[in-house]
Each structure stands twice: as C-alpha cells, then as structure tokens.
Nanobody
Framework: QVQFVESGGDLVQPGASLTLSCVASGSDFSNYAMGWYRQAPGTQREEVARITTEGDRTVYKTSVKGRFTISRDNAKNTLFLQINSLKPEDTAVYYC??????????WGQGTQVTVSS
C-alpha cells in the first residue's frame, strides 16, 4: 500500500512563496494521476491541483490558478507544489493523494502552511 509523506510547509508572510513536496512509497507512483489537497480548520478537504501520470497536463482550482504549480518527478516518486503570492486564505494542512478520488489511498500526515503577517 502506497504511503505519502508531505513536507515543506511553514509559517510565512503574505506574498511569500513555498515549495511543498510529497514522497510516495511503493513502485506504482507513476501509474497514477496525483493531486494536492488542503484542509483549513472547520472545512472539508478540497482538491487544489491535479497532474497526469506523465506530468503533461495539469488542472487547478480556480482560486489558485496562476499562483500554484504542480509538478512531479516519477523517477524519485515525488510530487511538488510551488506556491507563489501566498494569501491568508491559503492557510491549511496540505496533503497529496491520487486524483481523482474517491477512493483515495491512505492519507499522510500533511504539511501545515500558515500565512500570517
């Protein structure tokens, strides 16, 4: 069963940038389209970006278009999310998983992104 380990979250000021990483265990990472999801306190987890198996196509939630960039390195079983021009409303725990879902693989612990001045 594939497992995901997310990292790269931090406390940053509005306008800053971050790069999140997600390392997947297992040998079938390259067989799945992948997505980044986030969950803010008191809200449901939402998908913010998706990428195809080969990384040739991406889809973004409207509110993050132009600021978020999803990418992947299949040789390293790693998914990335570059976030620019961070806003307070981007504050959330960010997760990676296969996309679309459900069903999903087991969720990792996520990585906390906090945007505050």
């Amino acid at each position: 069963q594939v497992q995901f380990v997310e990292s790269g979250g931090d406390l940053v000021q509005p306008g800053a940038s971050l790069t999140l990483s997600c390392v997947a265990s297992g040998s079938d990472f390259s067989n799945y389209a992948m997505g980044w999801y986030r969950q803010a306190p008191g809200t449901q987890r939402e998908e913010v970006a998706r990428i195809t198996t080969e990384g040739d196509r991406t889809v973004y939630k409207t509110s993050v278009k132009g600021r978020f960039t999803i990418s992947r390195d299949n040789a390293k079983n790693t998914l990335f999310l570059q976030i620019n021009s961070l806003k307070p409303e981007d504050t959330a725990v960010y997760y990676c998983n296969i996309a679309p879902g459900p069903p999903y693989r087991s969720w990792g612990q996520g990585t906390q992104v906090t945007v505050s001045s």
